[in-house]
C-alpha cells in the first residue's frame, strides 16, 4: 500500500526548511526511523528539490507544491511541481551539483510537463532497509 502527501508552499527561501521538516514527520509517522538512510536521503533530495523550485521558478508563480508517496516496498517517490509555470524552469545541467546529487540519492530521477502549464521535477529514493532495533536486554 502506498501512502502519499502533497502539499504546496509558498515560494520563498524559508519553504526549503519548511519543506524538509514536513516530509521528515511524515516519513516519520509511515515507519522511518531517525537515522534510516531512505528518511535520510528523502529528505536531502525535497530540501535540492525544493531549493531548485524557489532559485529557478518563474517569478509570476505564488505557489509549488511538493509531494512524497512511501511506496509498498519501503522507496520514496518525490515529487516538486510548478504549477501554473508556462515553460517550466530551465532545465538544469547534468553537470551541475544538484543533479549530481539526484543521481547519487535517486535510482531514477526526471522531469514531467502537463501541457503548457505545469512542470514537474520527480525522484525515486530506493528503500535502504530499517537499521536494527537496540537490544533491549542489558
Given at each position: ?19 524538509r ?20 536521503d ?5 530540501s ?91
Amino acid at each position: 500500500m502506498a501512502r502519499r502527501e502533497a502539499f504546496r508552499l509558498p515560494r520563498h527561501p524559508a519553504s526549503v526548511a519548511l519543506a524538509r521538516h514536513r516530509v521528515r514527520d511524515h516519513l516519520l509517522a509511515w515507519g522511518r526511523t531517525e537515522g534510516d538512510g531512505t528518511l535520510d536521503d528523502t529528505v536531502l533530495l525535497v530540501s535540492e528539490l525544493v531549493t531548485d523550485a524557489v532559485r529557478h521558478g518563474p517569478l509570476l508563480e505564488r505557489e509549488f507544491e511538493v509531494a512524497v508517496t512511501v511506496l509498498a516496498d519501503g522507496a520514496c517517490f518525490v515529487e516538486v511541481t510548478d504549477l501554473d509555470a508556462p515553460g517550466g524552469p530551465a532545465p538544469e545541467p547534468d553537470d551541475s551539483a544538484g543533479h549530481r546529487l539526484r543521481n547519487a540519492l535517486a535510482e531514477v530521477s526526471g522531469v514531467w510537463r502537463a501541457g503548457r502549464r505545469s512542470t514537474t521535477v520527480w525522484a525515486l529514493v530506493p528503500a535502504r532497509p530499517l537499521p536494527p532495533e537496540p537490544d533491549g536486554g542489558g
